[in-house]
């Protein structure tokens, strides 16, 4: 159903994984990723207000820019990016990717995890304006206002608590499902391709009260799996509604 | 206080590529959501906006005008070039922003060896705290790239650096040729004399 995938998202929440970019750790690191051809940088960390302070960030990236982890100040996130021409895969190949990732990078760094987040997001099919309002109709009901002048912009938004067992714990998940209408542009090949669409974006995650520390590699796998089965499963009721 | 900390990404200052993250001295974040926002509510002014802009249109001159050098310079080792002159002012006026162009500068044209190799000369003959530790993390990322001469050129960085905390780094390392073996294990071993010697005294 989506077409325009536009990324996928695994995020390991932990004490500690604000990495420093230090030889030895980088040494490690790289050792650990050998096989997956990432390279070490550094981002900047920017401070906004009245005066600029920066911070560095040790990030391990693709040379193409595809993937990338980053050791956030509370979480180690790990993205993967449509980038133009290479094709971003299923969501199945994307867990098995982060969960060999994270092995690796928790044999080396045994970080215990306290939350673990699953979130991606992409475009569906392009429909005619007729097709985009009649989205908007199925989904939301209206006050008077939008009904006569239908909005061409929207945004919905719905978080629901869901317990599932991850191996021997039931845990409490925060899913997420973001439907809206936005406008923009797609790289392509041929150059930036205007769209007016559907996105759809999940945000699978474990409950923000629970911050006991956790999560180890096993839980890793268990919480993926459970994650993108729960996305495809709204999936088929999103489909079902929007063709109903 | 609390403190927000964006991060700025490589290649624009766009909504996908911003990110917050938890103010360092709370605990952990307690919004269901862990998805990325958009820069519009990180900024709280036009003028801390406009604070980034600026960063962004000096970052873009430095770009331009060290791309440009790189390729009017005759590299060799042993002499300076004006290529670092520039780099060496650029560190003076905007400090550890000028290293992070850099940075920037060499992932985007990672592909191309002669700008890499070019980035690289350049970086070595400054001290490693200098470049550090965007220069370090320039030369790790070479060790694998795919073409020799850029993979000799991190090893001669880190032998131009002189720097004995990189020994640990230097050590995980192998590379496929013989001859590049022998150099690196050359530079780790004069890391480890240079170690020793301090140590000694």
Same mark, same amino acid.
């Given at each position: 159903?989506?077409?325009?995938?536009?990324?996928?998202?695994?995020?390991?929440?932990?004490?500690?994984?604000?990495?420093?970019?230090?030889?030895?750790? +980088?040494?490690?690191?790289?050792?650990?990723?050998?096989?997956?051809?990432?390279?070490?940088?550094?981002?900047?960390?920017?401070?906004?207000?009245?005066?600029?302070?920066?911070?560095?960030? !040790?990030?391990?990236t693709s040379p193409n820019g595809e993937w990338n982890l980053a050791f956030e100040p509370h979480r180690?996130? !790990?993205?993967?990016? $449509?980038?133009? *021409?290479?094709?971003?895969? %299923?969501?199945?190949?994307?867990?098995?990717?982060?969960?060999?990732?994270?092995?690796?990078?928790?044999?080396?760094?045994?970080? @215990?995890?306290?939350?673990? %987040?699953?979130?991606?997001?992409?475009?569906?099919?392009? !429909?005619?304006?007729?097709?985009?309002?009649?989205? $908007?109709?199925?989904?939301?009901?209206?006050?008077?206002?939008?009904?006569?002048?239908?909005?061409?912009?929207?945004? @919905?938004?719905?978080?629901?608590? &869901?317990?599932? %067992?991850?191996?021997?714990?039931?845990?409490?998940?925060?899913?997420?499902?973001?439907?809206?209408?936005?406008?923009?542009?797609?790289?392509?090949? @041929?150059?930036?391709? %205007?769209?007016?669409?559907?996105?759809? *974006? &999940?945000?699978?995650?474990?409950?923000?009260?629970?911050? +006991?520390?956790?999560?180890?590699?096993?839980?890793?796998?268990?919480?993926?799996?459970?994650?993108?089965?729960?996305?495809?499963?709204?999936?088929?009721? +999103?489909?079902?509604?929007? $063709?109903? | 206080?609390?403190?927000?900390?964006?991060?700025?990404?490589?290649?624009?200052l766009s909504s996908e590529t911003i990110q917050k993250t938890p103010p360092e001295k709370t605990d952990?974040?307690?919004?269901? #959501?862990?998805?990325?926002?958009?820069?519009?509510?990180?900024?709280? #002014?036009?003028?801390?906006?406009?604070?980034?802009?600026?960063?962004?249109?000096?970052?873009?001159?430095?770009?331009?005008?060290?791309?440009?050098?790189?390729?009017?310079?005759?590299?060799?080792?042993?002499?300076?070039?004006?290529?670092?002159?520039?780099?060496?002012?650029?560190?003076? #006026?905007?400090?550890?922003?000028?290293?992070?162009?850099?940075?920037?500068?060499?992932?985007?044209?990672?592909?191309?060896?002669?700008?890499?190799?070019?980035?690289? =000369?350049?970086?070595?003959?400054?001290?490693?705290?200098?470049?550090?530790?965007?220069?370090? #993390? /320039?030369?790790a990322a070479c060790t694998s790239h795919v073409d020799t001469g850029v993979r000799e050129c991190c090893?001669?960085?880190?032998?131009?650096?002189?720097?004995?905390?990189?020994?640990? /780094?230097?050590?995980?390392?192998?590379?496929?040729?013989?001859?590049?073996?022998?150099?690196?294990?050359?530079?780790?071993?004069?890391?480890?004399?240079?170690?020793?010697?301090?140590?000694? =005294?």
């Amino acid at each position: 159903m989506i077409e325009h995938l536009i990324y996928y998202q695994f995020g390991f929440f932990a004490p500690n994984t604000h990495l420093q970019p230090k030889p030895d750790i +980088i040494g490690r690191l790289l050792e650990a990723f050998k096989d997956k051809g990432f390279i070490p940088t550094t981002a900047q960390e920017l401070q906004i207000g009245p005066a600029i302070k920066t911070r560095l960030q !040790l990030q391990f990236t693709s040379p193409n820019g595809e993937w990338n982890l980053a050791f956030e100040p509370h979480r180690a996130l !790990l993205k993967k990016e $449509n980038v133009a *021409g290479t094709g971003i895969g %299923s969501p199945e190949d994307f867990c098995n990717e982060a969960n060999e990732i994270f092995n690796q990078l928790l044999k080396v760094n045994p970080f @215990t995890g306290t939350r673990l %987040s699953y979130a991606t997001k992409g475009l569906l099919p392009e !429909l005619n304006p007729a097709k985009l309002d009649e989205v $908007n109709k199925r989904l939301l009901n209206h006050i008077s206002f939008y009904e006569e002048h239908p909005p061409y912009q929207w945004t @919905t938004r719905n978080v629901a608590k &869901f317990d599932v %067992s991850l191996g021997e714990m039931t845990e409490t998940l925060n899913v997420i499902t973001d439907i809206n209408r936005v406008q923009g542009t797609i790289a392509r090949d @041929t150059g930036p391709l %205007s769209f007016d669409r559907i996105e759809i *974006g &999940f945000d699978i995650n474990t409950y923000q009260e629970n911050t +006991i520390p956790r999560f180890t590699t096993n839980h890793v796998g268990l919480f993926l799996r459970e994650a993108v089965k729960q996305s495809q499963n709204i999936m088929v009721e +999103i489909k079902g509604k929007l $063709n109903g | 206080m609390d403190e927000t900390f964006a991060i700025l990404a490589p290649t624009a200052l766009s909504s996908e590529t911003i990110q917050k993250t938890p103010p360092e001295k709370t605990d952990l974040p307690t919004a269901s #959501t862990t998805a990325i926002e958009p820069l519009a509510s990180e900024t709280s #002014t036009l003028a801390e906006a406009c604070k980034l802009a600026q960063v962004g249109e000096i970052r873009r001159q430095f770009t331009n005008r060290f791309l440009q050098l790189i390729h009017e310079s005759e590299f060799e080792y042993g002499f300076s070039t004006p290529a670092d002159e520039y780099v060496r002012e650029a560190l003076n #006026t905007y400090g550890p922003f000028a290293r992070e162009w850099i940075n920037v500068l060499f992932l985007e044209n990672f592909s191309d060896p002669f700008v890499i190799s070019a980035i690289l =000369r350049v970086i070595a003959h400054f001290d490693y705290q200098q470049m550090s530790p965007q220069g370090m #993390t /320039m030369a790790a990322a070479c060790t694998s790239h795919v073409d020799t001469g850029v993979r000799e050129c991190c090893v001669r960085c880190f032998e131009s650096w002189g720097a004995p905390e990189t020994l640990s /780094m230097l050590r995980s390392i192998s590379f496929s040729k013989d001859w590049l073996n022998e150099y690196l294990t050359n530079v780790i071993s004069d890391l480890e004399r240079l170690t020793n010697h301090v140590v000694s =005294r």
